[in-house]
């Protein structure tokens, strides 16, 4: 159950750094358009797919906020019939950090899942002092070798 609700907290992470990715890409300082959303896009899309594959266990649990960003960027992408644009086009360096944003976090969520995401990590354990089958910790000398057991 703690699994599901914190895939679920990752997705709606994703959702809100879609949103918050989409609504920087005009962003200026003074006259200088500042690529911050190019960043945000690449950080939000390898930590949180790799924050959910460590709290859902599963390739799927990773895909899920890589997706779910996915779709909340093109959706809001999307020219309504009014003629309203979320991701702005205009003069070159625009067109770079729109274009930047889709791409950056696309190919860094992609990377992500190629190389970490469907790689299940293993249940953590405590080392080999819990291991029963290790026999007695600290048996040490001939009697605790296999030639002696035998």
């Known amino acids: 159950m703690l699994e599901i609700a914190g895939v679920v907290l990752c997705c709606a992470t994703a959702v809100l750094a879609g949103i918050i990715s989409v609504l920087l890409t005009p962003l200026y300082w003074g006259s200088a358009l500042v690529p911050l959303a ?3 896009a690449a950080i939000s899309n390898v930590v949180l797919p790799l924050l959910a594959l460590r709290l859902g266990r599963s390739g799927l649990a990773a895909a899920l906020p890589f997706g779910v960003w996915l779709i909340t960027v ?69 009697e605790g070798s296999p030639r002696a057991r035998r």
């Open 38 to 40: 190019v960043v945000l």
């Open 74 to 142: 093109i959706v809001l992408s999307i020219t309504r019939p009014e003629g309203d644009v979320l991701l702005p086009t205009g003069p070159a360096a625009q067109y770079l950090v729109t274009y930047g944003v889709v791409l950056a976090g696309g190919v860094a969520g992609a990377l992500t899942l190629m190389v970490r995401g469907f790689a299940i990590p293993p249940p953590p354990s405590s080392g080999p002092a819990s291991d029963p089958a290790a026999g007695p910790a600290g048996s040490v000398g001939p």
